[in-house]
């Protein structure tokens, strides 16, 4: 019943079958109105898969979540 719905997928890269499949999967999840975020860690599979995506690679990449996040959140919350 909400509004504004999110699912947050954290990857490690060891996808469990075909990329083509999941990211058939994440559009069809956001079409049903649900926005799908991925977030990488040492992935860069994410950026295949999810239109909306974060990499973790580097401590600046990590320190740069919290405000990546803010900011995904807010311009989703706050449309």
């Known amino acids: 019943q909400e509004k504004d719905k999110l699912l947050v997928v954290i990857s490690d890269g060891a996808t469990c079958g075909s990329k083509d499949t999941l990211k058939k999967v994440a559009d069809n999840i956001e079409r049903e109105g649900i926005s799908v975020l991925g977030l990488g860690i040492y992935d860069d599979n994410v950026e295949e898969i999810y239109t909306n995506h ?11 979540l919290g405000e990546y996040l803010c900011s995904y959140l807010k311009s989703k919350i706050f449309k």
């Open 54 to 64: 974060y990499m973790v690679k580097t401590q600046e990449d990590l320190d740069g």
